[in-house]
């Protein structure tokens, strides 16, 4: 039990002394190493990488949609990186964009104790490949996000809304949904259903 | 007589054995859901075969409440996600919003944040611990722990004002000092404590109905709980040393001196053992904050209205139920373009079939209080 709290001491420690490098570097060298590896690669699978004022745990990785699903299995398997749990799965819409709809994969490392987050854009009504076979927590988050978002997930196991009622309309994250009238309900007497189903 | 006859050769018809799957809806209204979650079971005689969680009860759109309203307005919206523990989520709000800039919060706000954070850590517990023994069938401890939560609740009282949602700390540090009483009474509380926990443990770690429940039930494996996403000590009882606390510290946690116990086994006994050990953890991290809390001030000067530059974050902190994370999405106006909440309770819910596939109808009461979940977190 000490020896394990020690460690993760000594990890904080790695962390920061990493992180006070990249201060007057440029941009590009935070998680220059991830990216680095990516191009060697997967040559031309990512588009841009960025990080909020060089933090080294806000490294974000906008990729090709194709390509999504090999770099997330790399990252999953990678022995140095290792990439073992996807903490937080989501989207964002930007209406004005040509690419409205963005998804969001925030991997981290237990063993390095690092994060990365990987990007992807979409057109409207585009799906994209489900990575709930790499990570199980994906499977409900990916539910969410087809829920309020309307993105779906092709191969995902059992994709349905998951927050709203399966009856709803439209997708409440969305820019475009409004804050009041349309989408409220009209209480309807349920039909009797199978429990189960 | 004819009639007779005729039910006759049905009762017999129907004495031919035979099994089929059977269905039980257990919930929304049920108390050992711990809120408003609807689980649909799949039972093959009493053993569990499939199992469905139906969850949205409590869906009230708290992220897209987040994109429409300023940063400081959000704050007693995070109150209403994990209840139990409010003043963490308050934390974790106001040190995810920090990250945009690069003001420097005093240190006695960081210790007094560190210290209600344990103390929120200990009410969410108490909690769980008396209504996860309720459930399994130990009446005392329910009362006991009540007895303790209460003293803590009238701390928040006694500091914010606010029993449940306290809406306790401000952006750039706390809206004033703490009172001279609520240290005193922290201390007092700090110091019949640990005799408590001792209490609990009296009636529970060593009782012999409560291991039988407990030991062996509801496994899960230190790769799969990584692989399911799991936080909080539902992934240190499966053996994988992960705290935030530790990993990534925030607020006054880089000065303070505590052991992160983690389990072997991942069963649901291993759960009640990490969590009393985390709740003696906690007392000491709230002794240190009590013996080393400087003087000066609260809060640093922060502007008027809060305009982050533009850009986005991820930010997480140790939730009493796991990882709690906002990913924010700044436009470079006073309303946050996205606001994303990382919801422990609902990753971690997410694992329950897992949990609970070919176990026995009675242990799914046992294995979801064991997950410790808050519906109003998991729905948002």
Not at chain 1, 58 to 81: P, Q, Y
Not at chain 2, 274 to 289: A, G, N, P, T
Request: hydrophobic share 40%; glycine share 6%.
């Amino acid at each position: 039990m000490a020896d394990e709290s020690v460690q993760g001491e000594n990890s904080e420690v790695e962390e920061e002394t990493s992180g006070s490098n990249p201060e007057e570097d440029s941009k590009e060298d935070v998680g220059r190493d991830i990216v680095d590896v990516l191009e060697g690669k997967f040559p031309g699978s990512s588009l841009d990488t960025e990080a909020f004022n060089n933090f080294e745990d806000e490294l974000s990785i906008t990729l090709k949609t194709d390509s999504l699903e090999e770099v997330a299995l790399f990252l999953k398997d990678h022995e140095i990186f290792q990439f073992t749990m996807l903490v937080d799965l989501t989207a964002v819409n930007y209406p004005d964009e040509d690419l409205p709809l963005q998804v969001l994969y925030q991997l981290y490392s237990i063993e390095k104790n690092r994060r990365v987050r990987l990007k992807v854009k979409l057109k409207e009504g585009q799906s994209l490949p489900t990575v709930s076979n790499l990570w199980s927590s994906a499977n409900w988050m990916e539910r969410e996000v087809f829920d309020l978002f309307g993105i779906s997930f092709s191969g995902h196991p059992d994709l349905r809304r998951i927050l709203l009622p399966d009856d709803w309309e439209s997708h409440p994250m969305l820019k475009n949904y409004p804050l009041e009238g349309k989408g409220e309900r009209v209480y309807e007497k349920p039909q009797r259903k199978e429990i189960g189903e | 007589m004819h009639e007779i006859e005729e039910s006759n050769s049905k009762i017999q018809t129907s004495t031919v054995t035979g099994t089929e799957e059977f269905v039980v809806n257990m919930g929304p209204q049920h108390p050992s859901t711990h809120g408003v979650l609807r689980v649909i079971l799949h039972l093959e005689g009493e053993t569990v075969t499939d199992l469905d969680c139906d969850i949205g009860y409590l869906h009230r759109g708290t992220e897209k409440i987040g994109e429409n309203i300023t940063y400081s307005m959000f704050m007693p919206y995070t109150d209403r996600l994990d209840y139990i523990a409010a003043p963490s989520n308050n934390l974790a709000w106001v040190t995810a919003v920090e990250k945009f800039f690069d003001w420097e919060i005093p240190i006695r706000a960081n210790y007094i944040r560190s210290m209600i954070a344990e103390f929120s850590r200990i009410a969410s517990h108490l909690l769980w611990l008396a209504t996860h023994a309720l459930d399994i069938g130990a009446m005392t401890v329910f009362l006991w722990c009540f007895r303790e939560r209460e003293m803590v609740l009238d701390l928040f009282e006694t500091a914010f004002g606010g029993r449940l949602t306290v809406n306790a700390f401000r952006l750039g540090g706390l809206e004033q000092d703490v009172p001279e009483k609520f240290l005193t009474l922290a201390q007092e509380f700090i110091d019949i404590f640990p005799s408590r926990i001792q209490d609990y443990e009296t009636l529970l770690t060593n009782n012999r109905i409560w291991i039988q429940r407990t030991r062996g039930v509801g496994i899960i494996s230190g790769e799969d709980a990584v692989d399911f996403g799991l936080t909080g000590p539902l992934l240190r009882a499966s053996g994988v040393n992960y705290d935030l606390r530790r990993a990534k510290p925030y607020a006054a946690y880089p000065f303070l001196d505590f052991v992160v116990p983690t389990g072997e086994n991942g069963d649901i006994y291993d759960r009640y053992i990490v969590r009393i050990e985390e709740l003696r953890q906690s007392v000491k991290v709230i002794q240190q904050c009590l013996d080393q809390l400087p003087v000066g001030p609260v809060s640093c000067k922060t502007p008027r209205t809060i305009k982050p530059p533009i850009g986005e974050i991820y930010h997480s902190i140790e939730n009493p139920k796991g990882e709690f994370g906002f990913y924010i999405v700044s436009d470079g106006s006073e309303a946050p373009y996205r606001v994303r909440i990382r919801p422990p309770s609902f990753i971690n819910l997410a694992a329950l079939k897992k949990l609970c596939m070919g176990e026995l109808v009675a242990d799914v009461v046992a294995i979801i209080g064991s997950i410790d979940i808050v519906l109003g977190e998991c729905d948002r």
